[in-house]
């Protein structure tokens, strides 16, 4: 079945480092999508991203449906970005999670 | 403005109740629905989702049932609760795309269940 993976599983940075995560899916699909997960368990979405490359602040989402990818780019990276970030792929209604990236920045 | 709302936040019951989650979305309609599932330090499984009132559709079973008995309401429910039901319940809408496709997720705040 369709499947996500998501790279590193955990990622701990120094305030002002920049993060990149990963994330394959093996199954052709109609979109990604990335979330930030609070620690309480909300979503929160910060891309929908079915192709090419999107902006938002500090954040740069970019997909390759050809090569089966997509990236997350974290920038000057922020002690109140730690959390969870994952992301999904759908294929019609059914929308698949990867496992996430744990990211820990520290001061 | 779109809103969603679940209920209740949070659950202890006991193993062989019943139990009924609850969704609801106000400000959009015609949504297609979703119910999520994540067991504690887990992945998120999509157990259900709905593109109209009155159907629904399974993707995990999990001795779940899920209903939609308005357009801006999708109930969870089982009339008997296992331990592996504990967990982290999520609802979700997207907007209804032309065709087969689905568009940007918007959860709610969720709802913690524990089964003792």
């Known amino acids: 079945g369709q499947q996500v993976q998501q790279s590193p599983a955990s990622l701990v940075l120094q305030e002002g480092e920049n993060a990149e995560l990963q994330c394959n899916f093996s199954?052709?699909?109609?979109?990604m999508q990335w979330f930030y997960q609070r620690p309480g368990g909300s979503l929160v979405s910060l891309f929908y991203?079915?192709?090419g490359t999107k902006h938002s602040g500090r954040l740069t989402s970019t997909t390759v449906i050809k090569e089966r990818r997509s990236s997350l780019h974290i920038s000057s990276s922020q002690t109140t970005d730690s959390g969870t970030y994952l992301c999904?792929?759908?294929?019609?209604?059914?929308?698949?999670f990867g496992k996430g990236t744990h990211l820990h920045v520290l001061p | 403005a779109q809103t969603i709302h679940q209920w209740p936040v949070a659950e202890i019951k006991a193993v062989g109740s019943p139990l009924s989650l609850g969704c609801t979305i106000k400000?959009?309609?015609?949504?297609?629905l979703y119910w999520y599932w994540q067991a504690t330090g887990g992945t998120l499984q999509q157990l259900f989702y709905?593109?109209?009132?009155?159907?629904v559709e399974s993707v995990v079973q999990l001795n779940l049932s899920a209903s939609r008995p308005k357009d801006d309401q999708f109930i969870l429910s089982t009339e008997k609760l296992l331990l592996s039901h504990s967990g982290f319940y999520l609802c979700?809408?997207?907007?209804?795309?032309?065709?087969?496709?689905?568009?940007?997720?918007?959860f709610g705040s969720g709802t913690r269940l524990t089964v003792l």
């Open positions: 979700a809408w997207s907007r209804r795309l032309g065709g087969s496709s689905a568009e940007t997720l918007y």
């Open positions: 999904a792929s759908t294929n019609a209604y059914k929308v698949i």
């Open positions: 199954t052709s699909l109609n979109s």
């Open positions: 709905s593109i109209t009132v009155g159907q």
């Open positions: 400000g959009k309609s015609s949504p297609n």
């Open positions: 991203n079915p192709s």
